[in-house]
């Protein structure tokens, strides 16, 4: 949703996350609807995999400063995830613009904040 805002409407980015899944995928950024769905799909895939990850890893840690954790895990994947493509040398994003740069730090501090978030709030629940 954050990529559709910064990418259509701000445009204040040239990369969305679907564009790097597609790039994964396709080796390209993806052309077409049924290469944006299934990088979307790819895209979801990935987030909902890191989000076991962490919940998998948190029992393994002290429910203390649980969204710092999350906010630290989201800037992790992103950073891991830049990494790849430099060490790789995937050809397209290799060099990208500061507001694409600034964006994916930003939504991906949102999804370590609401994935912390939401875990949290689901472990309240479960202890009721």
Excluded at 14 to 33: T, Y
Excluded at 46 to 66: D, E, K, N, Q, W
Aim: no cysteine; glycine share 8%.
């Amino acid at each position: 949703m954050l990529s559709l805002l910064t990418y259509n409407l701000l445009r204040v980015t040239n990369w969305r996350f679907l564009d790097f899944a597609g790039l994964l995928i396709f080796g390209r950024k993806p052309a077409g609807a049924a290469e944006i769905i299934i990088s979307v799909l790819g895209q979801l895939s990935f987030s909902a995999a890191m989000g076991v990850l962490f919940a998998y890893l948190l029992p393994f840690t002290t429910r203390r400063l649980i969204l710092f954790k999350g906010w630290f895990f989201g800037v992790l994947i992103w950073f891991s995830v830049y990494s790849v493509f430099h060490l790789f040398q995937l050809p397209q994003p290799r060099e990208l613009d500061l507001g694409t740069v600034v964006s994916n730090i930003v939504k991906a501090s949102l999804f370590g904040l609401i994935l912390a978030w939401s875990l949290a709030r689901l472990s309240i629940k479960k202890k009721l």
